[in-house]
Structure formats: C-alpha cells, structure tokens
C-alpha cells in the first residue's frame, strides 16, 4: 500500500498501475490502516497539529479544484479530513463520493502536491504510517525501493 501511496503521491502514473494491479490481487486489505495514518502524518505537516476551521476548509477547496471531474466536493474533503482528525464521527455516513478510501487516498496526494512536500518527506510520511500500520498489528504492503 505504500509504495502505490508513494506513486500517488509522485505522480508516477505507470509505477501507480502497476502496484495497483498488485493491490487489487489482495483486495486492498491493508488499505484503511497505511492511508488513515498516511493521511493523518500529511494534515499534521501541511496543516497543523490542530488545524482550524478556515485551514481545512482552504485545503478541501483547493483539493476539489485538482480534480475537478473527479466528482470531488469542497465538503466531502473537510469530512475526510474531520474525520481523520477525529473530529466529527458521523463524516463518513454524509459523504457524496461513494469510495471514502479514494478520497483519502486523494485527499492524501493533494495535500503534498498543494503544499510542494518534497519526495524524500513524502516517503518519510509514507513509512511511518507503515510502521505505525505494523505497531496497531496490520500486515501492510510495504514501500519498496
């Protein structure tokens, strides 16, 4: 999950497809844990440890404007991001985009795009959030390279 996050990430489209293909033999299960914390590791060093109403708000507009046929909405982002920070348990349930895990994984890339986070960060993010997979007791698909 790591290295597909990491492709992601670097706007690697052909290394992305290719560890997808791998995910998809493994029905993503290690999916939720690695993005989540992945997610997270990214709102904290491009947001903030606390980050307030305007910041998330800014952030899921300027996400929305990336993908704009992605059917991805300013209000659906800041849920995403509400509910990774643990902010709003109900988020989820009030969600347009029909794959929460696409929009993380999105939400995710976005950030680091948005706030030019260089690539050894991204991959520093993306292994703790590995580690931290492992530590909660998942097997994660783990960067490799």
């Known amino acids: 999950m790591g290295s597909y996050l990491a492709m992601l990430a670097l706007r690697n489209v052909e290394e992305r497809e290719r560890y997808r293909a791998e995910l998809s033999r493994t029905r993503w299960?290690?999916?939720?844990?690695?993005?989540?914390?992945?997610?997270?590791?990214?709102?904290?060093?491009?947001?903030?440890?606390?980050?307030g109403f305007v910041a998330i708000g800014k952030a899921a507009v300027l996400t929305s404007r990336i993908f704009p046929k992605g059917d991805i909405v300013p209000g659906d982002v800041?849920?995403?991001?509400?509910?990774?920070?643990?902010?709003?348990?109900?988020?989820?349930?009030?969600?347009?985009?029909?794959?929460?895990?696409?929009?993380?994984?999105?939400?995710?890339?976005?950030?680091?795009?948005?706030?030019?986070?260089?690539?050894?960060?991204?991959?520093e993010?993306?292994?703790?959030?590995?580690?931290?997979?492992?530590?909660?007791?998942f097997s994660p698909t783990l960067l490799t390279g």
């Open 29 to 51: 299960v290690d999916a939720d844990e690695v993005t989540n914390a992945a997610l997270l590791r990214t709102i904290r060093r491009c947001l903030g440890s606390k980050p």
């Open 125 to 137: 993010i993306i292994a703790q959030a590995e580690e931290e997979a492992f530590d909660t007791g």
């Open 78 to 123: 800041e849920r995403i991001i509400r509910t990774c920070l643990e902010q709003d348990d109900d988020a989820i349930e009030k969600l347009k985009f029909k794959n929460p895990e696409l929009l993380r994984m999105l939400t995710f890339a976005s950030l680091l795009w948005i706030h030019k986070v260089p690539e050894a960060e991204v991959l």
